[in-house]
């Protein structure tokens, strides 16, 4: 490929990521037994940083054994922190990349082998959290970076997207009636409190976070009001800028619930045309947000043309990072043959094979390139 700021380094907090190339969090949900990093975790992120991509996003890590999403979903604690290390140290044998954990409490989104809670709604047999539940809830995230940064990661995301505790209590529908609901304020105040927690404690750790600016649900995140369906981007911008001044270094825009509106997070062949929301959505918190680095989204639906895509959003300004998920399973090495030799990349054919892996519980692969 012609030279390309995407092959360009960036400085997120005091951290150099050696290109803009950001493989997002995908979970693989083949952790060992209790959440532990397995074998297959670590040679999954070992292959990334050999990959040469500038940032690598761990999948969804649970900050309790009980806020799971996959049955086979990495844990984070005291006794899984060994495997954790060494996954950190097996990916910086083979390359530069920033390893940044994504810290991640199910809530409504978790599976019913684990603890499905929710932050608020109508009575339909799912537990409400208490604020107590909330702010212990908040300790355990801030615990967990902690071990993030014992492990020897360069950073956290607070996974506040997706559908995900965290994205629940941002939504304009969360009307509770004590500190973490109603307000903008109160509705960001767990993810804040959190981030300014690590920022003060332990300023050398990159943190930011994932939000969804568009959900596609009534009163969900990127609309007016509780009743409101329509995309209305203000609130969900007010709320990232109360997330960055809190001190998050970086904000990576994704959108929508996979469980409820999967073609918005990752869209498909026929939907692919999601993909320029995606693009509009990191361009309105970059120019929102001057200051934070942004990571973009959905780009493996550029397809042949993503590279294309994501060195034209960058050199405008539109984003920071360019982020591929579902290529990353297609080819771990993307970034390095998009260098050295582009007609050997194995392209994402957005067949949809790896979500429905993920969808029934399975190890997650690439089924259309890795046979079982
Ligand atoms: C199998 C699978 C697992 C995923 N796991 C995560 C995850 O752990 N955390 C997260 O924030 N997003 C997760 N996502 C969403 C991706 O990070 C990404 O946003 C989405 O695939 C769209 O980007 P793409 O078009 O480049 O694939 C997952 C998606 C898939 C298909």
Known sequence: ?????LFEPFAVK????PNRLWAQSMEINSAGPGGGVSPRVIDRYAALARGGWGVVSVEAISVTPDSLARTRGL??????LDGFKRLVEA???QGASLMIFQLSHAGRQAGAFSRRVKAWGADDGIPVLSTGDLRRIEDEFIESARLAFEAGADGVDIKACH???????????NVRDDEYGGSP????RLVTNVIAAISRELPALVTGSRISLYEGIRGGCGTAGADD???DLDDILALAGLIARAGASFINVSAGIPALTPHITRPVKADSFFQFYHYRYAKLVKRALPGCAVAGSAYSAGEERSLEWADENLRRGYADFAGFGRQTLADPMFPVKAQDGPGSIRRCTLCGGCSRLLKDQMEVRCSFYEKE
């Open 1 to 5: 490929m012609a030279p390309s700021i």
């Open 14 to 17: 005091s951290k150099r990521a």
């Open 75 to 80: 844990v984070i604690n005291r006794e899984n």
């Open 91 to 93: 990916s910086r044998a």
């Open 163 to 173: 559908g995900y505790l965290l994205g629940e209590l941002l939504r304009p529908s």
């Open 185 to 188: 304020e109160n509705r960001a």
């Open 229 to 231: 369906v329509v995309e």
